[in-house]
Nanobody, 122 residues
Framework: QGQLVDSGGGLVQAGGSLRLSCTLS????????MAWYRQAPGKQRELVAS???????NYAAPGEGRFTISRDNAKNTVSLQMNSLKPEDTAVYYC????????????????WGQGTQVTVSS
């Protein structure tokens, strides 16, 4: 099973930028769909952005136009560049690796990073 480690969070002022990174080890990174989620206190965990194994990207509305997700299969990493940050972006951000199914069998379960705190001050 894959092991995810995410990092890059911190405290920034509104309008600032952060770049989050996530590394997957112990699995075949290139075949996983990857995503970033976030969860604020008292809120449900929500999708921020995703990128498929084929490189197709999707963005949830709150970050669209400000955030960019990318992956580097050679380094087993997925990143989230966040620009023009707003206080409402404050949350714990989690990297997610999607499950892998082959021949009708689950060969790798989905996995989550430990989370990295992003705090945006006004």
């Amino acid at each position: 099973q894959g092991q995810l480690v995410d990092s890059g969070g911190g405290l920034v002022q509104a309008g600032g930028s952060l770049r989050l990174s996530c590394t997957l080890s112990g699995s075949m990174f290139s075949i996983h769909d990857m995503a970033w989620y976030r969860q604020a206190p008292g809120k449900q965990r929500e999708l921020v952005a995703s990128i498929t194994s084929g490189g197709r990207v999707n963005y949830a509305a709150p970050g669209e136009g400000r955030f960019t997700i990318s992956r580097d299969n050679a380094k087993n990493t997925v990143s989230l560049q966040m620009n023009s940050l707003k206080p409402e972006d404050t949350a714990v951000y989690y990297c997610y690796a999607g499950p892998v199914v082959a021949d009708g069998r689950l060969v790798a379960s989905g996995s989550w990073g430990q989370g990295t705190q992003v705090t945006v001050s006004s």
